[in-house]
C-alpha cells in the first residue's frame, strides 16, 4: 500500500487521497460516508485491489484534507473528484460512492458522465430532509465543546443493534474518528447533504448502475435505494439485511456484489488507460 498523498483543489484546499493495488489494472474510485475516512474501506481494500487499481481519497473537512469554513456545496465536492482524476492524468473510472460518496457518484453520472465507466450507489438518496433537520445538526456540531453526542448519533444511525452492544473495535474505531474531526469539516459537508436534490435529474445518468442498500437502514431508506433503481435506466437493486455501512456490517457480500457487478476488466479497458500517469505523483 502506498502512503497518504495530497494534491490541492482549485480553490486552494488540499485533498487527501490514497491508491493501492496493481499499476496495470482499471481504477477504482471509493469515496466515503461523511464523518468518516477513507480509511472506512481498509477492510475492502486488499480483496478489491486484486482486481483494481483502488482510489480512495477524504472529503474536503474529513481526515488528511482541509477543513475550510463555511457550508460546502454538492458542486464543490464533486469537482474536488475531477480535479483529483486530472490531477492523476484519469480519464475514465469505475465509481463506488456510500451515504454522501453515493451523492457525489450521482452527481458525477449527471454532471460528468464521460468520466465514469460504471457506478455503484450504495446506501444513498437524491434528497434527504428536512432542511430543518441537517441545520440543527450543524449547529450543534459547531457549538459543542466536543462531539461526543454526534458521534454516538452515528453510531446509532450506521451499526446494528448486535454491533453497539458491549465493546466493539470497529464501532470504537469509527467513534474515535469522529471525535478527532474538524467540527467547521464536518459541519461544512452537512450542508452539502442539506442542499442537494438530485431527484428530478437522476434519469439523466447513462453509466451502468448498481443500486445497494440496506433493509434496515435508517437514514437512507430501503425505499431510497428503490427509488434511485427505478429512475436510472438500467439501474439494478440490491438489498442487503444490514444497516447504513454495509461495507463494514456484511464486507463478504458487499465486495462480492461490487466485484461481480465490475467484473473481470480488461487492462487495456479506458478505465486503466491512464495508469502509467499516476506513477510520477507517487514519489
Not at 448486535?162 to 470497529?170: D, E, F, H, P, V
Not at 433493509?215 to 437512507?220: I, L
Request: proline fraction near 5%; include cysteine.
Amino acid at each position: 500500500m502506498t502512503d497518504t498523498l495530497h494534491f490541492t483543489a482549485g480553490d486552494g484546499v488540499r485533498i487527501a487521497y490514497r491508491l493501492d493495488g496493481p499499476q496495470d489494472r482499471p481504477v477504482l474510485m471509493l469515496s466515503n460516508s461523511i464523518a468518516t475516512t477513507f480509511h472506512m474501506w481498509d477492510g475492502q481494500v486488499p480483496e478489491l485491489a486484486k482486481s483494481f487499481r483502488v482510489l480512495r481519497y477524504d472529503f474536503r473537512g474529513h481526515g488528511g484534507s482541509d477543513a475550510p469554513a463555511g457550508a460546502y456545496s454538492l458542486d464543490r465536492l464533486g469537482r474536488d473528484v475531477l480535479e483529483l482524476l486530472d490531477f492523476l492524468g484519469l480519464a475514465r473510472v469505475h465509481f463506488l460512492g456510500l451515504s454522501l460518496g453515493g451523492f457525489v457518484g450521482q452527481w458525477l453520472g449527471i454532471r460528468a458522465p464521460e468520466r465514469i465507466e460504471r457506478l455503484i450507489l450504495s446506501n444513498t438518496s437524491p434528497h434527504l430532509g428536512p432542511a430543518s433537520y441537517f441545520d440543527e445538526q450543524i449547529s450543534n456540531v459547531l457549538s459543542a465543546s466536543d462531539l461526543s453526542a454526534t458521534a454516538d448519533m452515528f453510531m446509532r444511525n450506521w451499526f446494528p443493534g448486535s454491533m453497539l452492544a458491549g465493546q466493539n473495535k470497529t464501532v470504537e474505531q469509527f467513534h474515535a474518528a469522529i471525535l478527532a474531526m474538524s467540527p467547521q469539516g464536518l459541519a461544512g459537508c452537512v450542508a452539502a447533504v442539506r442542499d442537494a436534490d438530485l431527484r428530478r435529474s437522476i434519469a439523466l445518468i447513462k453509466a451502468p448502475t448498481l443500486v445497494i442498500g440496506g433493509e434496515d437502514d435508517k437514514v437512507t431508506l430501503a425505499s431510497h435505494s428503490e427509488a434511485i433503481a427505478a429512475a436510472i435506466p438500467g439501474a439494478e437493486l440490491l438489498l442487503l439485511p444490514g444497516v447504513h455501512l454495509l461495507n463494514v456490517e456484511h464486507p463478504a457480500e458487499f465486495v462480492e456484489a461490487v466485484v461481480g457487478f465490475l467484473g473481470a476488466s480488461d487492462p487495456q479497458s479506458p478505465v486503466s488507460c491512464a495508469n502509467i500517469a499516476i506513477d510520477r505523483f507517487l514519489g
